[in-house]
């Protein structure tokens, strides 16, 4: 038996960690002295210690350990573990981005002496839209379920023999934005105008093109909001992206290439 100094030293912890994991539950001493409150270990217990902080390494919660260590399907864990897998790669490849950003941002500030330099680099126009016959799902949605849409819509593509055309897109009805619930339609432009869902009209619009990750769209959308404030127009219509490069043309966010469109009118 260890007490809870010795089995602090031997897995690396702290012992205010160590009463931590004891009082949720997470990692019991093997033995509490009655008459001292000693906390002692087993040996045995040092593996479960450092699969825990194994797991933790990985990113799981307190609570999403707590539930592993009870699991006994092997099957269950090592789902556990690759979608855990799966979402570190996403987190590094975002982390990617983020950190090629920053360098331009900071190449720009350097040479320009302007820190929203990287606000001004957009060129916005009036445009007349294309008319679009498209698949679509409308409802409200968050962020992360834009994937889960798309991949419904491919699906109908494909099993009821239809052609795409290769452009897809979203339009955004809320007045506010929310990650996690607004009203937004996904679309998928296709050839068969009649069996299609909808044909989106043409409309005048403020366009501008967004190069780059989806991350800072934000960015192209100020830039329009403003260009159509400056030049006398007024908002007429849900504001739509049209994804001319994606993930599906170009594996680097850095190749991809969104069309902003806003409807507007002359006030």
Known sequence: MLQIGAFSKVCQVSVKTLRHYDSIGLL???EVDAFTGYRYYAEEQIDRMNYIQRLKRY???LEEIARLLDVSDQTKLLRALRERQEQLTRDRRETDVILRELQT???MFERTGDMMTYQKNYTVSIKESPALSVLASRRVMSVDDFGRCYGA????VAR???TPTGLTGSRYFDETFDHDASDIEVFIGVREEDRADQTLPAQTCAMTVH????STLNEAYGAVVRWIA???YEIAGAPFDLYVRSRFDAPSPEDWETEVWFPVVKK
Not at 153 to 156: A, G, I, K, P, Y
Not at 211 to 214: D, E, N
Request: aromatic content about 14%; hydrophobic content about 25%.
């Open 160 to 162: 009821e023999h239809l």
């Open 28 to 30: 019991r001493p093997a």
């Open 105 to 107: 941002h900071i190449s």
């Open 59 to 61: 990113g799981f919660s």
């Open 153 to 156: 819509l491919f699906e109908r």
């Open 211 to 214: 190069r780059g990750g989806y």
């Open 230 to 232: 400056e030049k006398g």
